[in-house]
C-alpha cells in the first residue's frame, strides 16, 4: 500500500495526521570528501563530533559499507546505482568525469514521482551542458565546478571564503565559509520545499585539498600537538560537525525530522595530506582508520570501507545499531526508491541492490554470493591492466591487485597475505574480476564527448580539466605553466560557422597571456603564437603578450572530432590554451 494512500485511510478512520505524514518521507544524502572514517562516533580518539554521535545514534551503521575507490566514481555509482565504468565517470579528470546523459539518476526519478530535488556541494560529474546536476534532474543547484574550489573550472580566486558559486548555473557571491553556505542553502531549500516531499544531495567539499579552515577550527589541534595539516583537516571535520547540527535542529523545527531519511557518508578514504599513514598504508600513531589499512586512493580497506549512517525514525529503523552485512555505494539508489516505495523505471539495469532488509534486522537476498569489484583504471595504452588498481570484496576475503589475499575478519590491518594458502580463493576471485572487465570495462575508452553547436546552447566552455591526455585541472597549473597535453573530445552537432576563442584565463577575468596572478610563483609568458587543430584542420595566429585571447571563426560539419590546442610563447614555453569557448555563430 502507497504511503499516501495509507496516511488517507488513517484520516479517515481516526480524524487525526501527523504533518509529515501527509507526504512521502524527505530523502537528503550527504556525502563529504576524503573524510575517510574519521569521526568520534566511530572510533577516532581525538575527533569530537558530538552532532554526528547524535546522529548515529539515531541511525544504523553500516560497517561494511564500500565506496568506490576515488571520488567522481563513487559519486556516479550513487547517482546511477551502477558500476562507473558503465557511466563514462571513472576518473577524475583526462575527460574521463564526464557522466553519460542517457543514464537515468536518482535526481530524475524521485523528481517524476513528485519530489522536489535540491543539490548542493560538489557535483563533479560534468562542468558543461548537458552533464550538469541541473541537467541530470535537479529542480534548484548551488555548487562549483570541478572536483575541488580552486580546481580550474571552479569560479577564479575562490578560496573556501566569500565564494562565487553556481545558483542553476549562474555565479552568484556567497558570504562566509564554503562548509556554512552549502549547509545554509540546503536549509532554506528545505524550508522552502517542506510541504513537499523533497530529495537533497548535499555533497560538502570538505576535507578536500587545498587545506583551508577558519584558526578557531585549527589551532585547537595544532595546540595538542598535530601538525598543522592534520590540524586542518581536523578543524574542517569540526565544523562539518557544526553544520550537522544545524541541519539537524532545522529539521526538527519544521516538524519533518521524523520523516526525513538521511543518509550521511564520504566518498573516499582519508586524504593523503593529513598524512595519517605511512608509505605501506598503515596508520601512524598520530593517525585513525578505524584499524584498517590504506587511505584516499587505495585498494586496501580504508580506502573504500567507510561509515555509513541511515536515519529514518519515521520509518521504525531502529537507531545506535549495526548491521554487517555487504553493502555498497551503489545501493543507496535502489534502497531509496525502496524506502519511499517508488517503483524502478524500466531498464534501469542497476548494479546496486535494495539494502532495506539490512535496515529491519534482515538477510539481504544474495548477499552471502555477492562480491564487489572496485577498480581504479588509468586511461588505456594497452589493454593490459597491469598499471591499475584491484580489489574484489567477498565475503570476508579481499583480493587486492591481483596479488595479495586477506581474510579482514581475522585480519582487519591486512598485513598476513595468504594467497599462497589459499590459491583457490584468489583464482576464483581473479575469474570473477576478468569477467567483471570484459563485461564492464570494454567501452571505457568510448568518449563521452562534449556537444558544441546546440541551437539552445551555443556557447561551452571547456577546459584543460578534460583533455583527453595529461590534465592541467588546478589553477596554481595555470599560473605555472603545467603541461597538458591531448585533445578534448567533442561533437558538433550542426554545420555552420563556429567561434574559437583561446585563452589562458577565464575571458570573465579579463587576465592577460602574460599575467602573473600569483607574483612569484607565477611564470612569464611572452606568448606570441596560437595554434587550433579541429576536426582535423590546422589554423594559426600570431598573438600578443597582453592580449587576453584568441579567437579563430572556421567552418565545421556536423559530427565527431578532435580539437587541440597550443600556446607558443618567446621563452620556448608551450602550453595547451587551458580555457576554450566555442559559440556556433550561424
Known sequence: MKLRTFYFLFFALTGSITLYAQSQPNVIVIMSDDMGNNLASVGNP????PNVDKL?????????FHQAIMCTPSRTAMMTGKYSLRTGAWRTSVGRSNMRTEETTIAEVFRENGYKTGQFGKWHLGDTWPFRASDQGFDEVVNFKCGGISQISDYWGNDYFDDVYYHNN????????CTDVFFGETIRFIKENKNEPFMVYLAPNVAHLPAIVAEKYSKPWEDKGHTKKQAIYYGMITNLDENMGRLMEALEAQ?????????FTTDDGTAGYAAQFNKEGWPLENGFNMGQRGGKGSPYEGG????????????QIKGGTETDQLTSVMDVFPTLMDLCEIKAPKNLNQDGVSFKPALYSKEIPGAEERALYLVKLNPAKEDDFKRNIFCVVEGDWRYVNRKELYN????????????????????????G??????????DRETPVRFILGDKEHKKISLTTQDLWGNSAFAQGHVMKLEKGSGPWKVQFVNKGTYRITLSRYPLYTGFAFNEKTMGKRSKEFSANKAKLVVAGNTYEKDIKATDTQVSFDVKLKKGAADLETWIFSEEGITVPAYFVDVELLK
Open 433 to 442: 574480476l576478468q569477467n567483471f572487465l570484459k563485461t564492464n570495462a570494454a
Open 56 to 64: 548515529a545514534k539515531q541511525s544504523i551503521r553500516l560497517t561494511n
Open 304 to 315: 573504500h570501507r567507510l561509515f555509513s549512517y541511515v536515519k529514518w525514525t519515521g520509518g
Open 255 to 263: 516538524g519533518i525530522a521524523d520523516n526525513t531519511i538521511i543518509v
Open 170 to 177: 549562474v555565479p552568484k557571491q556567497y558570504k562566509g565559509y
Open 46 to 49: 581525538w575527533l569530537k563530533t
Open 408 to 431: 579482514v575478519k581475522e585480519d582487519r590491518l591486512q598485513k598476513n597475505n595468504l594467497i599462497d594458502s589459499h590459491p583457490e580463493i584468489a583464482q576464483k576471485m581473479e575469474a
